[in-house]
């Protein structure tokens, strides 16, 4: 059976891997962006994950991190596409829409 309904939502807990960046696109656009990294449930080992935030408060939160501090993050999944010369590159990205401190 088929259903109209689809969920895209991405919850996580983990810490900030490295430097926060914040960047100005071309179109003029501001976003902040950092890594997560998450432990795996099911077996040893680590996931990365990469963070993008886009609202002005949220940028300023993100700024204010440091490496290793513990966060919550809930957001959503999305791919990223961009030119590479002639060739299209993508990534996939966690666009974090709230982010809490632990």
């Not at 969920?7 to 914040?22: A, I, K, M, Q, T």
């Not at 791919?79 to 990205?93: C, I, K, L, M, Y």
Request: no cysteine; charged share 35%.
């Amino acid at each position: 059976m088929a259903s109209d309904v689809s969920e895209n939502s991405v919850f996580l807990v983990g810490r900030v891997s490295g430097e926060v960046v914040e960047k100005e696109l071309p179109s003029g656009d501001r976003v902040a962006e950092f890594r997560v990294v998450v432990a795996r449930d099911d077996r040893e080992g680590f996931d990365t994950f990469d963070i993008a935030v886009w609202k002005s408060v949220l940028r300023k939160r993100a700024l204010s991190l440091d490496t290793d501090e513990w966060l919550e993050i809930k957001g959503v999944l999305r791919r990223r596409f961009w030119r590479n010369g002639q060739a299209v590159a993508s990534r996939w990205q966690v666009e974090g829409r709230e982010i809490k401190r632990i």
